[in-house]
């Protein structure tokens, strides 16, 4: 089956602690994305990689942390700067080759920091 | 940076009527989607159209696009309870641009 996948559903961290969210696509897509829901709201950007070993910031980086080592993989790590880190995140892949930049989204992470 | 904004923000419909949803945006674009959330699960591409096409159909959906106006729309014909759901519109500036998502549209179809 070919899809992207992400783990844990539910996470749930006490205050001030790093936590690193998995984000895994076999879709040989070239580009990844993580986004940030609340509830009620639509999605903002947090990072995205358009090629292995290099990512941008999207419109709200600040408290979080990629790395793109893989191109099957691009982990967010939520860290203890992100100052209300509890949401709901998405992870997503598209490919640049074709001129149809459709993303498949993951099925989310519900991270609760308390 | 260029945003959708989905109109309305929530929407109730009984099952069987047509449900239409609408998105603006502020800038030129190159492409706009629309996508489907279900609670508490990833969104799921339904349809994109090009700057250069004004309709689409995919099943019982319907898109439109005016660039006019900046403006596109969403209709979902003969509505099952199954289509409750969010609606999203993205659009992206340029074909390698990333894409900007709206707030979204609720909308709930009653059996």
């Known amino acids: 089956d070919g899809g992207i996948t992400q783990s844990p559903k539910y996470l749930f961290r006490k205050e001030g602690q790093n936590v690193t969210l998995s984000c895994e696509q076999n879709?040989?897509?070239?580009?990844m994305y993580w986004y940030r829901q609340d509830p009620g709201q639509g999605l903002r950007l947090i990072y995205y990689s358009q090629i292995v070993n290099d990512f941008q910031k999207g419109d709200i980086a600040e408290g979080y942390s990629v790395s793109r080592e893989k191109k099957e993989s691009f982990p967010l790590t939520v860290t203890s700067a992100q100052k209300n880190p509890t949401a709901f995140y998405l992870c997503?892949?598209?490919?640049?080759?074709?001129?149809?930049?459709?993303?498949?989204f993951g099925p989310g992470t519900r991270l609760t920091v308390t | 940076s260029q945003q959708g904004e989905e109109d309305p923000q929530a929407l109730s419909i009984q099952e069987g009527e047509n449900a239409t949803m609408n998105c603006s945006y502020k800038?030129?674009?190159?492409?706009l989607q629309w996508y489907r959330q279900n609670s508490g699960r990833g969104l799921v591409h339904l349809i994109l159209?090009?700057?250069?096409?004004r309709e689409k159909h995919s099943g019982r959906l319907r898109v439109t696009l005016d660039t006019s106006k900046k403006s596109s729309s969403l209709l979902i014909t003969a509505s099952r309870a199954a289509d409750t759901a969010s609606y999203f519109c993205a659009t992206a500036e340029t074909s390698y641009d990333k894409v900007i998502f709206g707030p979204g549209t609720s909308l709930s179809v009653i059996p």
């Open positions: 879709l040989n897509h070239d580009a």
């Open positions: 997503a892949s598209s490919s640049l080759r074709g001129v149809s930049y459709e993303q498949y």
């Open positions: 159209i090009r700057s250069n096409e």
């Open positions: 800038t030129s674009i190159n492409n």
